[in-house]
């Protein structure tokens, strides 16, 4: 069964638009961390925010914020006022067992986000 | 801080052959981070070192595949008998601690006659 699942594959919104990319996730660990990358067409992977499984409040790092919702396992990112360089491809990954050392972070197939002017 | 370094960006080679591709992670980052990326699809996880231990290594890995993180720094990843099916970005990453996010390398783009 996959881990991470993320059910868009492409999105599209208008520029100073909010939107929501969804990501849902698989894991009977109590300890475990969510974490959004952005991949631009130029390749490189940008971290965006990060949600601990035992975080009381739903993370947030300037217009990114995520959207936590665990018993429904899901860990939605929402980006505000959306700007033409948002457009990219965008990954929800997971690493259960915070805590311990030999667990590694598993990504979703990701969704492609284009922003119009 | 230069950030994670991958070499060579780009490796064409011819059916058969082995590669080696080398990763420099962030100096102070003792867990590092070996993905594998086709088009328009996630990262997919290849193995994990914390200082010079592999810890971790998917299942997905054939045996053609091998990594190795001598004294803790840099890492390789050798494919040998290279085939069509591991034309791909192979990405490095690099974190410090188990709660941090990882730094990715720009990756090396192989492609396999």
């Known amino acids: 069964a996959q881990k991470i699942t993320q059910t868009q594959p492409g999105m599209f919104v208008q520029e100073k638009e909010a939107v929501t990319l969804d990501c849902t996730y698989d894991t009977s660990d109590p300890s475990y961390g969510l974490f959004w990358y952005k991949q631009p067409s130029s390749g490189e992977m940008i971290f965006l925010i990060y949600?601990?499984?035992?975080?009381?409040q739903n993370a947030t790092e300037g217009r990114y914020s995520l959207n936590f919702q665990k018993a429904r396992k899901s860990a939605n990112l929402v980006i505000s006022a959306s700007q033409l360089g948002d457009s990219a491809m965008y990954f929800c990954?997971?690493?259960?067992?915070?805590?311990?050392?030999?667990?590694?972070?598993?990504f979703g197939k990701g969704t492609t986000l284009s922003v119009s002017s | 801080d230069t950030g994670v370094s991958q070499d060579p960006r780009h490796k064409i080679t011819k059916r058969g052959q082995n590669v080696t591709f080398r990763c420099d992670p962030i100096?102070?980052?003792?867990?590092l981070y070996w993905y594998r990326q086709t088009l328009g699809q996630g990262p997919e996880f290849l193995t994990y070192f914390q200082n010079e231990a592999q810890l971790e290594k998917s299942r997905l890995l054939s045996d053609r595949f091998s990594a190795e993180r001598p004294k803790g720094s840099f890492s390789t990843l050798e494919i040998q008998r290279t085939e069509q099916g591991d034309s791909a970005m192979y990405l490095c990453?690099?974190?410090?601690?188990?709660?941090?996010?990882?730094?990715f390398g720009s990756g090396t783009q192989l492609s396999v006659l």
């Open positions: 100096s102070e980052h003792n867990r």
């Open positions: 990453a690099s974190s410090l601690g188990l709660r941090e996010k990882l730094f």
């Open positions: 990954a997971m690493r259960e067992s915070m805590d311990q050392a030999g667990t590694a972070l598993i």
């Open positions: 949600q601990g499984s035992y975080d009381q």
